[in-house]
């Protein structure tokens, strides 16, 4: 298996919601391959799809066990340029109807990040990492 990912799938509890949160509130583009029942959106050399929650679990074979089960053992980070870019997409976040778990704060590690839940729960990291350089791109490359 290559060392990569390709797609991440978000379960939801209501795609037009979601896709509402992602599209309107944090300005993201679907891409034109999206259909009723799945939303992908290219993230550089990575896509996120939003898909119905129960349709994931089934479709994975997994017993689906509710939105708001607790965590779910992963979270989705966005690096930024600076620590006014993370503060930013935060107050963004929020206005668009996600919810902070926690606000943007400098951190053990050296950086500067914060967390937000989408409307599903899913939790994102915003993160300034002044050890890690974002390509033009915005393109995430672990240096050493």
Request: hydrophobic share 40%; no cysteine.
């Amino acid at each position: 298996m290559e060392q990569r990912v390709s797609l991440i799938t978000l379960g939801v509890a209501d795609l037009a919601r979601s896709r509402r949160f992602y599209e309107e509130g944090l300005g993201w583009t679907p891409s034109p391959v999206s259909q009723d029942a799945i939303t992908f959106y290219q993230l550089g050399g990575v896509a996120l799809a939003l898909f119905g929650r129960e349709a994931l679990a089934e479709d994975a074979h997994l017993a689906e066990s509710g939105p708001t089960s607790g965590f779910g053992g992963i979270t989705l980070a966005h690096n930024l340029r600076s620590k006014a870019e993370v503060d930013a997409v935060m107050a963004q976040a929020e206005r668009a109807g996600g919810r902070i778990l926690k606000p943007a704060q400098d951190v053990f590690w050296g950086g500067y990040s914060g967390y937000f839940a989408d409307p599903d729960g899913h939790p994102w990291e915003v993160a300034w990492n002044p050890f890690a350089a974002l390509g033009e791109d915005g393109s995430f490359r672990l240096e050493g």
